[in-house]
Structure formats: structure tokens, C-alpha cells
């Protein structure tokens, strides 16, 4: 077999064969192919695509180039909610007690944030002595005893994806949906779970700018799952303002820990409650959305998410006291507000600014070297949908370093689109894809 034949092949627009795949893929891992022929593969991948039979090879053998945990000693119903990435995401916070309360357990890798987005390793990092899990065995044994297992990235992980992530990200062919679709799935794929929820975040501030893109990559991703014997669900929810009103780290686990207490702000709740009420539904415990509302409202009202919470604090070493005492958390020094410079309704809040807005002042990383302020973030007043009136607060900056607060403020002040006349305000949950 020949490299440049294989290439050639893709470039025509024909699928490779498994043992096609099996040769390219192993031999580029092992460093016997240049990453100037696979770069050429990548990019006739995308402009070519690939079958979904190809796609499911492809993406089973990403998987299987590194470890992949399992966990027999666990037994509850096991979900890996996964989110394409987004600005204000304290869904992974908030869902894991919630799910852990409801009788199920995540087990998920997480991620750092880069760029305009956050990571949930770095919101948990805001709580002193807070340990991530950086081994199976210690995974297995804090999602048996929270139901909450939560574990960083390895490099032991699908090697592959880290290699060909590398590769596609200086050959501009990241953005390619067979390419995402596999890269993601080999990484759910490594760790064993019942269901995999994906959380497909679109809009300004999101990987899928439309749509229609998130709805394409969606379907790609939920057909390898399924193709493959893993239960797979998407769950497209808009990113067209940030979720809920905080923005950072620290100020992000406390708006997860009202919520635990039943503070929710509306969007956030509306897409907590869909991905519960998807789990519950897949587990076979309900069939309609209001039957699972009342059982995940009795689990936070009784305390019972809440507790979850703190016993997960606990056994990952960090003071449980935080639910209720939010002074030990990184406090903020500085906090300025920012006031509108227009009047109307709010029409969209652009989240990607608005990550940028957080980043510039240490919220978030522009590089991966970056450290992190987990003190600093932002918290907005205004919403879409929200009546605004010539210089009315519109956000808070919480700052320590006030080295970029005019930037940061520039952007916030860019990222609001106010317009004249009543805005309708969208679902936050757009479509479900089984
Ligand atoms: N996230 C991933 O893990 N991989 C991609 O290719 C894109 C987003």
C-alpha cells in the first residue's frame, strides 16, 4: 500500500477500506508517515468527507490508538454529557450532582478553556484544594461514592486526536465535520458510559456558527455513536447570548450552587432540565419532560442536589463550607459597571466578545501557556429580550489587574446589539436529535 495512492483515492472521492484506514492511521502514529501526506489526506477529507461506514471505522480506530477506561465496579446508570463548548457553561456544575441525586452518575473527561470559552477544570480549580481525579482508579472511586466522576484529559487518551488536532489546526482543516465528529466521539468513546448526551452549542459564540451546521454535525456525531453500540443523543441549544448571567470561574460555581438551591436563572434551567429529563427518559424512568420536571424539582428542593454537591466537594478534597459561605472562594478585588450607551430591547448578546470581554482581564486563556485569575469574571444585568434605557447598567466587570478593564469593557459594550421595538426571545433548546 502507498500513502499517496490512499490520497489520491480521498481526493476522488472515494471511501478507504478499513484495511486502508488501518494503515494509514497506524503507521501515523507510529511516525512513519509525514505530516506533509497527512496533512494532504486532511485536506481532502475536507473537501471530500466520508461515508458513514468510513466515519465509524475511522473514528473506532482514533479510539482505540490509547487507553480506554471502564468501569464494571460502578452500578448505576452511567452518562457522559459532552458540550461543543460555550461562554457561561456551568452546565457540567450543576448537572452532575443533579443526575448524581437523580440515581445516575456521570463519568466524563473534561477540558481547560481556550480562547473565548471556558473549561470546567478550570471553574472547579477555583475552589481551593479542589482535586480533579487524574487516574482511573481514582475516577471510579469518586463517581462510586458522589456519582459525580469527572476526570482531565490524558495524553494516554486517543494519542491520535491530539496528534491529528495538532496537524489540523496549522493546515486550516479543523473545521471540518467528519473531522470534529470523530475527534469528539473517539474521546466519548474511550470512556465507558450507557448514554452519551451531546450538548451542541450554536450560534456567535459557538464552533457552529448556523443552524444548520450544528444540526449536520450533530447527526454525524449521533450516527457513529449509535453505529458503534453507544447509545448517543445531541441537544442543540443556542449560544446566541451566554448562558445564564456569570461569566469566569469562581463566579461561575456560584451561580451552579444557587442553582443547586433552586436559584436557577430561566436558560439555564431550561437546558439543565432537557439534558436531566433526556437521561431520565434513555434510562427508561420516565416518558414525558413534565413527569421527569417533578422529579428533578423534588431533588433540588429537598436539598438532595445540594448535598450531592458538597459530598463531591468533600471526597475531592475541597471545604464543603463554600455552598454556604461564598468568601472562600477567590474574591475579586475591583468590581466597575458598565452602562448601556443606547436604549431598546437587547437582541443579542454576542458571546464570543463576551468571552473575549473575561479573557482580556484573566478569566480565560489566549494561549495555552496562560494562567488563570479564577477571581475575575463578568456578571450581566441584561439579557435578550431585555428592555434597556440610556445608561442603565448593563454588566459588572470584577477585576484584580486593571491592566486591559478598557478593553474588556469595549468588548462587553460591542457585544450587546440593542435594538428599537420588542424582541421575541428564542428556546434556548432548538432541536433534539436521537
Ligand atoms: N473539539 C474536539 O474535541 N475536536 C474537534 O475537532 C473540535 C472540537
Known amino acids: ?24 492511521l497506524d503507521n501515523y502514529l507510529l511516525g512513519n508517515i509525514s505530516d ?26 482514533m ?29 457540567t456544575v450543576i448537572l452532575g450532582p443533579l443526575l448524581s441525586a437523580l440515581g445516575m452518575a456521570t463519568t466524563k473527561l473534561s477540558g481547560k478553556g481556550l480562547g473565548h470559552t471556558g473549561g470546567t477544570i478550570d471553574k472547579f480549580e477555583s475552589i481551593k484544594n479542589f482535586k480533579f481525579s487524574n487516574t482511573r482508579e481514582e475516577l471510579v472511586k469518586i463517581a462510586n461514592s458522589t456519582g459525580v466522576g469527572l476526570m482531565g484529559y490524558s495524553d494516554k487518551i486517543v494519542p491520535l486526536d ?26 466519548k468513546l474511550a470512556i465507558q458510559s450507557d448514554l452519551i448526551i451531546l450538548d451542541v452549542k450554536v450560534g456567535d459564540g459557538a464552533f457552529m456558527k448556523t443552524i444548520e451546521d450544528a444540526r449536520k454535525l450533530s447527526k454525524t456525531m449521533v450516527g457513529i455513536g449509535n453505529s458503534l453500540g453507544r447509545k448517543t443523543v445531541a441537544i442543540l441549544t443556542n ?25 436557577w436563572n430561566d436558560d439555564v434551567k431550561e437546558v439543565v432540565y432537557n439534558i436531566a429529563y433526556i437521561a431520565l427518559k434513555e434510562k427508561g424512568q420516565v416518558t414525558s419532560f413534565e413527569e ?27 471545604d464543603e463550607n463554600i455552598v454556604n459561605d461564598y468568601s472562600l472562594l477567590p474574591t475579586p478585588q475591583n468590581t ?33 501557556e496562560d494562567e ?21 447598567k448593563i454588566a459588572e466587570i470584577h477585576y484584580n489587574d486593571d491592566k486591559n478593564i478598557k478593553s474588556s469593557k469595549d468588548l462587553l459594550l460591542k457585544s450587546y446589539i440593542i435594538e428599537n421595538g420588542n424582541i421575541e426571545k428564542k428556546s434556548n433548546v432548538l432541536e433534539i436529535i436521537y
Open 336 to 368: 466597575i459597571s458598565v452602562y448601556s450607551e443606547k436604549e431598546g430591547y437587547v437582541s443579542k448578546i454576542k458571546a464570543e466578545d463576551i468571552g473575549k470581554s473575561a479573557m482580556v482581564i484573566g478569566a480565560g486563556r489566549a494561549t495555552k
Open 239 to 263: 449560544m446566541d447570548e451566554p448562558l445564564g448571567t456569570e461569566v469566569g470561574n469562581s463566579n461561575e460555581i456560584i451561580e451552579g450552587i444557587e442553582a443547586l438551591k433552586g436559584n
Open 162 to 187: 491530539k496528534k491529528l488536532y495538532a496537524l489540523r489546526d496549522v493546515t486550516a482543516t479543523v473545521d471540518s465535520i467528519p473531522l470534529i465528529a470523530s475527534s469528539i466521539m473517539s474521546k
Open 1 to 24: 500500500m502507498r500513502v499517496v495512492d490512499l490520497i489520491d483515492k480521498k481526493k476522488r472521492g472515494n471511501s478507504l477500506s478499513n484495511e486502508e484506514i488501518d494503515y494509514l
Open 63 to 91: 479510539k482505540d490508538s490509547g487507553d480506554t477506561i471502564a468501569f464494571t465496579e460502578i452500578d448505576r446508570y452511567l452518562v457522559d454529557k459532552h458540550s461543543t463548548g460555550g461562554v457561561g457553561d456551568k452546565v
Open 36 to 61: 506533509y501526506q497527512m496533512s494532504a489526506y486532511l485536506m481532502a477529507v475536507y473537501f471530500k468527507g466520508m461515508e458513514a461506514d468510513e466515519l465509524s471505522y475511522f473514528t473506532l480506530k
Open 292 to 318: 421527569a420536571e417533578n422529579i428533578i424539582d423534588e431533588v433540588v428542593a429537598s436539598g438532595k442536589a445540594l448535598e450531592t454537591f458538597k459530598n463531591f466537594l468533600k471526597e475531592s478534597g475541597a
Open 372 to 392: 488563570i485569575d479564577h477571581a475575575v469574571g463578568l456578571t450581566l444585568y441584561k439579557k435578550v429580550g431585555d428592555k434597556i434605557s440610556l445608561g442603565e
